[in-house]
C-alpha cells in the first residue's frame, strides 16, 4: 500500500483530488506541478501514516522509513544536490497539511539537513556565507522550540542581548562571524537546556521533524481548533517534506503571500503581502510588517510594492494567481518565493474570506460565469452570514482616537483591555466584555481570542495570525497598531500620550483599523446588495418556509426585514411581564375563586387583544401561530419576603395569605410540573382569556379591511384527549366571537409536539390538530432527560470527550430526538395527509439541524429575527 507521494514539476503522484489522504496542502502542490507552475519538488507522507503514528505511542513506525528515503532519492535527482551532501546539500521543509486548513495551528521546520559540515557546502554553493549561517541559526531556533521542545524566548533572548551587545537594529546587521558565535551559543544553550546535544545527522533531523509535526495534531491549540471548526481528530494530517527556496538569498529574493481577491470586502484585486530578503515564516508570524504586492496599495501606505521592486517575478505571479483562480474557481490564497528572482509557489488553497466578501466573490463569480447559482449558494456557509447582521460603530458618536493599524477584520466592538488570553477568558466566564490586547497573538491565542469581543496586536500584517484567525471566526480585528506601546509588565498600552491599564474601555473599528478610547456607540448593520441577491437565490431554490420567533413589535418587524414569512411561535407568556400588566398576571394566579380569577383576567383581555391586534398588523396576512400560556406559575410571583410585602400592599391583599399562596405554587420540578397545557385543563378561563383576545384582534382587522388566519397552539401535549378537550373549548369561544361581531375569519388550532409521548401517539393526536409544531427544546430536555436549565454545567465535558457530537440544545440530536420528529411527521400524516409542521425551538435556526428537518419532510422551520437569512440560506443548501 503507498503512502508516500511524490511531487515535481511533470511527474506528480497525486492530484487536488487526494485531500484525504495528502492532506490539502499536499494535493494543491501536487496539482499545480501538473499545471505547469513552477514548484519545488517534494512528497507528501499520508494522513494515514498519522493514525498508525498514534497508534505506535506517538513514534513513527519503522516500515515508513524505506519509502520516505526512497522519495528523497528522486527529490535529489530532479534538484541535483544530496540531502546530508557536504559540498551542495539539498534543503528541505517539512510542514503539516490536514485535510481541512488549520493556519498556524501545526508545526513547520525550515531549513532542515543543516549541521556544521553542510553550512559550509551552502556557504560556498550559495557564494552567500551570511545567508548560510543565518539559515542555520534560524533552523536550530525552529527545531529546538518544535523537536526538542525548548522553549524559544531563550534562543531569542541570546540573539536580542547580541545585537544590543553590538548596537545592531536589524538582524540583517549581523556578521558571518555574529551568526557562527551565535550557532555556538545556541547549541549550547540547548545542550545545557535539554541534556541532548543537537542533532547534526540530517537523518535524524529529518525523523525527529517527521514524528514533531504528526505530534503537532494533537496539542492542545489544535483540538480547540478542531473543536471550533467541527474537525474531526480522526482525519490526522499529512507531512510534506519539500526541497528548500530561499526567500533571504539577498535584495533579489522574497517572500510572500497573497490572495487572489480582497479577502475582507472581496473585491475583485490581487491583494497580498510580501517581505524582501526574508524567510516565508517571517511574513506569517507577524514578526516584520510586510509590504504591499501591488503599486496602488503600496504606494497608498508610502512603500515599495513587489511590482516594482522585482518586477519580472510579480508578472509572473499575476500570470500564475490567474491560472489558478481559473482552474480552481474559487478565490484563492497563495504563498510564494522568490530566490534570485526565480518565482516559487509554495501553497494554494481556497482563502478564507469575511462573510461580505463571500458574498460578493460568489455573485460577482456568478457573473463572471465561472460558477453557477448553485454552486454559489453550497459555497456559503450560513451560519458566517452572523458577521454581516453584526453591529458597526455609529459614524456619528464623537470619537477619540487613539491609533490606527490595520482594518483586519470588520465589526465595532468595545471592551475592557486585557493582555493575556488566559485573562480575557476568565473575564468573559465573570460576564464581563473584553478586548484581547497583544503585540502578536500566537496559535496558544485561540481560547482568548474566542472569548474577546474583538482582538488588538500592535505587530503583524493583514495576513498575520491575529488577522486570519480572527477573519475566520468573524471576530472584529485591528492588527500592526504600531503607534501603541504595549507593557506585558505593567499591564498598561500607552498611546499619544494616554497610558492605559487592564480594565479600561476601548473601542475597536475592524473595517478601518481605527482604535478609539472608551465606549463609542454601535448601531445596527445594513445589508447590501449581494446580500439580497443570494437570499433571492436561495429563496428560488428552498422548499422549506422561514418563520421567526417573535412576541413583540420590533422584533416581528425586525424579522420581516430579514425575510421571514410569518411567525411561527409567539410565546405569549413573554407578554405578561410588561410593567402595565404583570400585577393582573399576579392577581389572577392567587385568585382563590374563579369568579376572582375572571375579575382579573378581564384586565388582561384588551391589553393581550392589543398586543395580537399589533402583530397581525406586521404581519400583514402572513401566518402568525400563538402560543398559549406555557411555563408554570410560579414564574410569576415574587420570590422575596420584601417583594411579596410590597406586592400585598398594591394588590391591598393580606401579606401573610399571599406568602402562603406564593410557597403553594412551588414545585420540585417545575419544567414537568403545572405548566402547559395542563394550567388550562385546571384553568380553563386562561386560555379563553387568550382565545377570546386572539379572535377579537382578528375580527377588528377583518373589520379593517385586512384578511387573516391566526393559528393557535396549544403547548405541552401529551395525550390526544388533552387536546381533544382543549381544542373544543378554543373552537367555542372563537365562534362566540365571531358570532358577537358578526365576522367570519379563517383559524386554526393545532398543538406542539414537545413531549416523547406526544411524538409516539401523533397519530392520535393528529386527530384534532390542524398543525404541528414541533418544541424541541422541550422535546430534547424530555427525550434525553436533560435540564435545557441546568445541564451547561456538565455538558461542555460531554462533547469534549466525544460522548455528545455536539450540545443537543443548538444542533438536534438526529439520531434520538430526531428520529421522534421524524415519527411525529410520519405518523402525524398518516392520520392528515396534509398536516401542515413546522418547528420553532432554537434548532430552527440551526443549519444542520435545518438539513435534517429538510429531510423530514416539514413545512417550515421558526427561528430568532437574526437568525431567519441564515435559515433561508441553510434551507436552499439542504435542497441541493
Ligand atoms: C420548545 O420547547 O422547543 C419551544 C419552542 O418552546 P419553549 O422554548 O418556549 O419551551
Ligand atoms: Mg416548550
Not at 380553563?684 to 393559528?711: D, F, N, S
Not at 422541550?778 to 445541564?791: N, V
Not at 444542533?811 to 420553532?840: A, E, F, H, N
Request: hydrophobic share 40%; proline share 5%; charged share 25%.
Amino acid at each position: 500500500q503507498k503512502f508516500v507521494y511524490f511531487f515535481a514539476a511533470g511527474d506528480s503522484e497525486g492530484n487536488a483530488g487526494m485531500k484525504n489522504i495528502l492532506g490539502g496542502k499536499g494535493a494543491n502542490l501536487a496539482e499545480m506541478t501538473s499545471l505547469g507552475i513552477p514548484v519545488p519538488p517534494g512528497f507528501t507522507i499520508s494522513t494515514e501514516i498519522c493514525a498508525h503514528f498514534y497508534e505506535a505511542g506517538g513514534k513513527l513506525p519503522d516500515w515508513v522509513r524505506p519509502a520516505v528515503q526512497e522519495s528523497m532519492n528522486k527529490v535529489e535527482s530532479k534538484i541535483g544536490k544530496k540531502f546530508g551532501d557536504v559540498n551542495n546539500p539539498l534543503l528541505v521543509s517539512v510542514r503539516s497539511g490536514a485535510r481541512a486548513s488549520m493556519p498556524g495551528m501545526m508545526d513547520t521546520i525550515l531549513n532542515l539537513g543543516l549541521n556544521d559540515q553542510t553550512v559550509e557546502g551552502l556557504a560556498k554553493s550559495s557564494n552567500n556565507p551570511r545567508f548560510a549561517w543565518d539559515s542555520y541559526r534560524r533552523f536550530i531556533q525552529m527545531y529546538s522550540d518544535v523537536v526538542m521542545g525548548m522553549n524559544s524566548s531563550l534562543l531569542e533572548v541570546t540573539l536580542e542581548d547580541m545585537k544590543e551587545e553590538k548596537h545592531y537594529k536589524l538582524d540583517t546587521e549581523m556578521t558571518v562571524d555574529d551568526l557562527k558565535l551565535l550557532v555556538k551559543k545556541f547549541k549550547d544553550l540547548v545542550h545545557q537546556m535539554t541534556g541532548q546535544s543537537f542533532p547534526a545527522d540530517p537523518w535524524e533531523q529529518l525523523w525527529g521533524a517527521i514524528s514533531a509535526v504528526f505530534h503537532s495534531w494533537n496539542t492542545p491549540r489544535a483540538i480547540t481548533y478542531r473543536e471550533l471548526h467541527s474537525i474531526p481528530a480522526a482525519w490526522g494530517t499529512a507531512v510534506n517534506v519539500q526541497s528548500m527556496v530561499f526567500g533571504n538569498m539577498g535584495d533579489d529574493s522574497a517572500t510572500g503571500v497573497a490572495f487572489t481577491r480582497n479577502p475582507s470586502t472581496g473585491e475583485k484585486a490581487f491583494y497580498g503581502e510580501f517581505l524582501i530578503n526574508a524567510q516565508g515564516e517571517d511574513v506569517v508570524a507577524g514578526i516584520r510588517t510586510p509590504q504591499p504586492i501591488t503599486k496602488i496599495a503600496a504606494a497608498a501606505a508610502g512603500v515599495m510594492s513587489l511590482e516594482e521592486a522585482l518586477p519580472q517575478a510579480y508578472g509572473q505571479l499575476v500570470e500564475i494567481y490567474k491560472k489558478l483562480e481559473g482552474h480552481y474557481r474559487d478565490m484563492q490564497d497563495i504563498e510564494f518565493t522568490i530566490e534570485r528572482g526565480v518565482l516559487w509557489m509554495l501553497q494554494t488553497r481556497n482563502g478564507k474570506r469575511t462573510a461580505a466578501a463571500a458574498l460578493k466573490i460568489a455573485c460577482d463569480m456568478i457573473d463572471e460565469k465561472l460558477i453557477t447559482q448553485d454552486e454559489a449558494i453550497l459555497r456559503l456557509d450560513p451560519s458566517s452570514l452572523d458577521q454581516l447582521l453584526h453591529p458597526t460603530l455609529d459614524p456619528k458618536a464623537a470619537k477619540t482616537t487613539l491609533a490606527k493599524g490595520l482594518p483586519a477584520s470588520p465589526g465595532g466592538v468595545n471592551g475592557q483591555i486585557v493582555f493575556t488570553s488566559e485573562e480575557a477568558v476568565e473575564w468573559r466566564e465573570q460576564g464581563k466584555k473584553v478586548i484581547l490586547v497583544r503585540i502578536e497573538t500566537s496559535p496558544e491565542d485561540i481560547a482568548g481570542m474566542v472569548a474577546a469581543q474583538g482582538i488588538l496586536t500592535t505587530r503583524g500584517g493583514m495576513t498575520s495570525h491575529a488577522a486570519v484567525v480572527a477573519r475566520g471566526m468573524g471576530k472584529c480585528c485591528v492588527a500592526g497598531c504600531g503607534d501603541i506601546e504595549v507593557d506585558y509588565r505593567n499591564e498598561t498600552m500607552k498611546v499619544k500620550g494616554y497610558v492605559l491599564k487592564k480594565g479600561d474601555v476601548i473601542t475597536l473599528d475592524g473595517s478601518t483599523g481605527e482604535v478609539y478610547l472608551g465606549e463609542v456607540k454601535t448601531i445596527e448593520p445594513k445589508l447590501d446588495g449581494n446580500f439580497e441577491r443570494i437570499m433571492k437565490i436561495a429563496d428560488g431554490i428552498r422548499r422549506l418556509k422561514v418563520r421567526t420567533n417573535a412576541d413583540t413589535p420590533k422584533d416581528a418587524q425586525t424579522a420581516r426585514n430579514f425575510g421571514a414569512e410569518g411567525i411561527g411561535l409567539c410565546r405569549t407568556e413573554h407578554m405578561f411581564f410588561g410593567a402595565d400588566r404583570i400585577d393582573a398576571v399576579r392577581e389572577m394566579i392567587i385568585a382563590d375563586n374563579k369568579m376572582d380569577r375572571e375579575k382579573a383576567l378581564a384586565k388582561l383581555l384588551p391589553m393581550q387583544r392589543e398586543d395580537f391586534y399589533q402583530l397581525f398588523k406586521i404581519m400583514d396576512g402572513l401566518p402568525v401561530t400563538i402560543r398559549l400560556l406555557d411555563p408554570p406559575l410560579h414564574e410569576f410571583v415574587p420570590h422575596t419576603d420584601e417583594e411579596t410585602k410590597e406586592l400585598a400592599k398594591r394588590l391591598n391583599t393580606d401579606y401573610e395569605r399571599l406568602r402562603s399562596k406564593v410557597k403553594s405554587l412551588h414545585e420540585f420540578n417545575p419544567m414537568l410540573g403545572h405548566r402547559g397545557c395542563r394550567l388550562a385543563i385546571t384553568y380553563p378561563e386562561i386560555y379563553q382569556m387568550q382565545v377570546r383576545a386572539i379572535a377579537e384582534a382578528a375580527a377588528q382587522l377583518m373589520a379593517e379591511g385586512k384578511t387573516l388566519a391566526p393559528e393557535i397552539m396549544i403547548p405541552l401535549v401529551a395525550t390526544d384527549k388533552e387536546l381533544d378537550t382543549l381544542r373544543g373549548q378554543a373552537v367555542a369561544e372563537v365562534n362566540k366571537v365571531q358570532s358577537e361581531k358578526n365576522v367570519k375569519f379563517e383559524y386554526t388550532v393545532g398543538t406542539m409536539i414537545e413531549l416523547p409521548r406526544a411524538a409516539i401517539t401523533a397519530d392520535a393526536i393528529a386527530e384534532h390538530a390542524d398543525f404541528f409544531s414541533f418544541g424541541t427544546n422541550d422535546l430534547t430536555q424530555t427525550t434525553l432527560g436533560l435540564s435545557r436549565d441546568d445541564s451547561g454545567r456538565f455538558l461542555g465535558t460531554y462533547v469534549s470527550h466525544g460522548i455528545l457530537p455536539k450540545d443537543p440544545f443548538m444542533s438536534i440530536d438526529q439520531v434520538g430526538v430526531g428520529s421522534l420528529v421524524k415519527m411525529g411527521v410520519d405518523l402525524g400524516r398518516r392520520t392528515k395527509p396534509d398536516l401542515k409542521v413546522g418547528v420553532c425551538g432554537e434548532h430552527g435556526g440551526d443549519p444542520e439541524s435545518i438539513e435534517f428537518f429538510h429531510k423530514v419532510g416539514l413545512d417550515y422551520v421558526s427561528c430568532s429575527p437574526f437568525r431567519v437569512p441564515i435559515a433561508r440560506l441553510a434551507a436552499a443548501r439542504a435542497a441541493l
